[in-house]
């Protein structure tokens, strides 16, 4: 994903804020310290609502216009970004009430138009372009995903609270969650061996043969035909033939459990790392 560093925010009758209000971020950590109440999280909401816009309506709990217009009735009810993404420098305004949007870049000359036109996010029709746009520069255009990936609010979500949007980015799950994705890796490795236990994949082992121990046994039947047969030395080939297939296919079958392993191997770290970054999360809270 490109790098994307914030720089100015402007609100215009958002929130508790009737009139303007500004907010300039430099390179680096930005901390902004303030008591409860003074308009931390408005500017959370009013940056994602800038750049994924404000659905007509809503009632005082949802993410709409009827929570975050200001009750004064302000003359101007819009936003403004500015924003850095793979070193270039962009500016997003937006009016909250018609929903129209304007994109520019700066270069040499001045700023650029680069996107026009209404973006409502409640509307069937969708701005294609400006949603590229979101693409291209932040890797996404949900506001969802945005608020639960980058912009954390509160309260911070618990280690079981993980976005589902964000359980299927990290577990390639598709619609799935990220336990549906693991729960493909257990039955996966299940189904070649029936001692997950020993592998440190499941709490018990299965009752069921997997296929490793299944081309065991046929291993060791075909062995004791050997032994028997001796004296057939015309059939000797073929059971040495059908060995060297069941042992490749045991080798393909092991190879299969090792790519197994080390990918549940990565996911336990990945959810060790997440767990480590939420803590971290909760300190660095903390602190502040």
Do not use: C
Not at 25 to 37: F, H, K, S, T
Not at 158 to 182: E, R
């Amino acid at each position: 994903m490109t790098p994307v560093r914030w720089r100015r925010l402007v609100l215009h009758g958002f929130g508790r804020f009737a009139g303007s209000v500004f907010l300039e971020l430099g390179p680096g950590l930005n901390v902004l310290v303030a008591p409860n109440e003074a308009g931390k999280s408005t500017l959370l909401a009013g940056l994602a609502a800038v750049l994924f816009g404000l659905p007509t309506g809503g009632g005082p709990d949802e993410f709409g216009q009827g929570r975050w217009r200001n009750w004064n009735g302000p003359p101007r009810f819009g936003g403004e970004l500015e924003f850095e993404a793979g070193g270039t420098r962009y500016r997003i305004e937006r009016d909250f009430g018609s929903h129209r949007v304007h994109v520019a870049q700066l270069t040499a000359q001045g700023w650029r138009e680069l996107v026009g036109g209404e973006h409502n996010p409640g509307a069937r029709r969708r701005n294609t372009r400006y949603e590229d746009f979101l693409h291209a520069t932040l890797g996404l255009a949900s506001r969802e995903l945005f608020t639960s990936t980058f912009a954390l609010g509160q309260p911070l979500p618990g280690p079981h609270a993980l976005d589902a949007k964000v359980q299927q980015l990290v577990s390639g799950a598709g619609t799935a969650a990220y336990q549906d994705a693991l729960n493909h890796l257990v039955a996966g490795v299940r189904a070649l061996t029936k001692y997950s236990r020993e592998l440190g994949v499941t709490d018990r082992n299965a009752l069921k043969d997997g296929r490793l121990e299944e081309l065991d046994q046929r291993i060791a039947a075909l062995e004791e035909v050997i032994a028997a047969s001796r004296s057939a030395a015309d059939s000797l080939e073929v059971i040495h033939a059908e060995i060297h297939r069941l042992r490749q296919a045991e080798a393909d079958a092991r190879r299969r459990l090792a790519e197994a392993e080390t990918a549940l191997h990565a996911w336990t770290q990945w959810r060790s790392l997440l767990d480590r970054r939420r803590a971290l999360l909760q300190r660095q809270l903390q602190l502040d």
